[in-house]
């Protein structure tokens, strides 16, 4: 079971990195960049005493609403098993497989970290 999702991992980053050369994620960089400076901004107005928290937090929440997950480089084993158990069914183009194995693994990586 445990390969499978190694595979499909495999051709996930292969995937990302492909689109990464295309020019991809270009848009997502600046947006990402744009998403952190204005939740930044409107998280603390102070010049002195930054509550830091306060901009992490709304750092975070401000990536999410705009679509971004933090997830970490590499996937747990609990998150790979999960993966393995929920692959999609049925006979699929490469490209869906890869879309919904991407989403399985980032909708869920809270839940196994």
């Known amino acids: 079971m445990r390969n499978c999702a190694v595979t499909a991992i495999i051709i996930l ?18 947006l990402l ?6 939740a930044i901004k409107d998280a603390d107005k102070s010049f002195f005493n930054e509550d830091y928290i306060k901009q992490a937090t709304a750092v975070i929440i401000a990536l999410r609403k705009a679509g971004f997950e933090i997830v970490p480089n590499k996937a747990s084993d609990g998150l790979v098993d999960f993966a393995c158990d929920n692959l999609p069914f049925g006979r699929l183009k490469q490209q869906d497989f890869i879309k919904e194995l991407y989403l399985l693994l980032v909708e869920n990586s809270r839940k196994f970290p």
């Not at 990302?16 to 600046?30: F, H, R």
């Open 33 to 38: 960049r744009y998403t952190i400076a204005q």
């Open 13 to 30: 980053r292969a995937t990302i990195l492909k689109a990464t050369i295309q020019g991809g994620a270009g848009v997502s960089t600046n």
